[in-house]
């Protein structure tokens, strides 16, 4: 591991001004059914005293792109439209989902990406997803930046290269300390030297710190309850001090952030890991499902 402070040559601005914030936002609601553009504006009415932007991850499910695009444009929002194409049948849809809505509302489209991790669970080569990259930038004309979301080792390792050299516009690292099982004390060295060895690695791919692709912390956070997870512990007090350290930090050092997530999702099933911990992704939002705020998230 280098020293944070090696790290931050790489950083793309070196804290010329803050980062911009964003939130991950689900398309169901508590109740797990699908949201509409009246929820939509409801989650936009809290969110936008933060934040006027929004990442999404399937296009077609639950009518997102349908649904989110017209709230956006009434509360001024954009949005990064996302495309699952783990299978073919969800990238076929996902796709023509964001082929017909996005020019619609080009100015609320803010970027489209290709795959949420898809690198990371082995469901694509770098090669193989930079195919389906381009066949979106194709399908919209290239009216639209299109790259996708990954786990920040993923970058770092070289699985993406072919994603940064083949012309991938905007690249959204994922960088959680909690799900790596590291202490509360840990976690915000940690989440930064993840990311900039994945910054880093990205930008001497690119051959520059300017002109490669946009770069974002795709999603970071941590739990306000659910279970412990190796030495990692949920609570409402530890994610204020992750919110305050890790994303004020790295926000306050120029780079873009976008925060996981907005609103807890009780309607999501617990999961439990190779080792036989549960990954409880239910409270991860930084209000409740019924959009209430759990802690300050003011920097």
């Known amino acids: 591991m280098q020293p944070i402070t090696l790290l931050i040559a790489a950083l793309p601005s070196l804290a010329a001004a803050a980062g911009s914030l964003g939130f991950a936002l689900g398309a169901k609601n508590a109740d797990g059914t699908c949201k509409t553009s009246t929820d939509y504006a409801a989650d936009f009415k809290v969110i936008g005293a933060h934040s006027k932007l929004v990442r999404t991850y399937a296009a077609d499910q639950c009518d997102t792109a ?63 997803l930079l195919k389906k990259i381009n066949d979106v930038k ?7 930046k299109v790259g996708t979301a990954d786990s920040w080792n993923k970058y770092q390792d070289g699985t993406a290269d072919p994603l940064i050299k083949g012309g991938a516009d905007i690249l959204l690292c994922n960088g959680f300390s909690y799900w790596q099982g590291q202490t509360l004390a840990n976690s915000t060295a940690s989440f930064f030297d993840d990311m ?6 990205i930008q001497n791919v690119a051959g520059s710190l300017t002109d490669g692709p946009e770069l974002w912390v795709g999603e970071t956070g941590w739990p306000t309850g659910g279970s412990k997870y190796q030495n990692a512990v949920p609570g409402v007090s530890s994610a204020q001090t992750y919110w305050q350290t890790a994303i004020c930090g790295i926000l306050d050092w120029g780079v873009n952030v976008f925060s996981f997530e907005a609103f807890d999702e009780p309607w999501k099933p617990v999961s439990t890991g190779q080792d036989g911990s549960v990954a409880d992704e239910t409270h991860w939002g930084v209000w409740n499902a019924d959009r209430t705020p759990k802690f300050p998230i003011t920097c």
């Open 138 to 144: 194709s399908a919209v004309g290239g009216a639209f």
């Open 66 to 128: 349908k649904e989110i695009l017209p709230a956006a444009k009434a509360a001024g929002f954009k949005v990064i439209l996302g495309i699952w194409p783990d299978t073919d049948d969800s990238y076929k849809v996902d796709k023509a989902a964001v082929v017909k809505y996005a020019p619609q509302y080009k100015d609320q489209v803010y970027a489209i990406t290709v795959g949420s991790e898809t690198m990371y669970r082995g469901n694509f080569t770098g090669d193989t």
């Open 196 to 201: 900039m060895q994945a910054f880093g690695h």
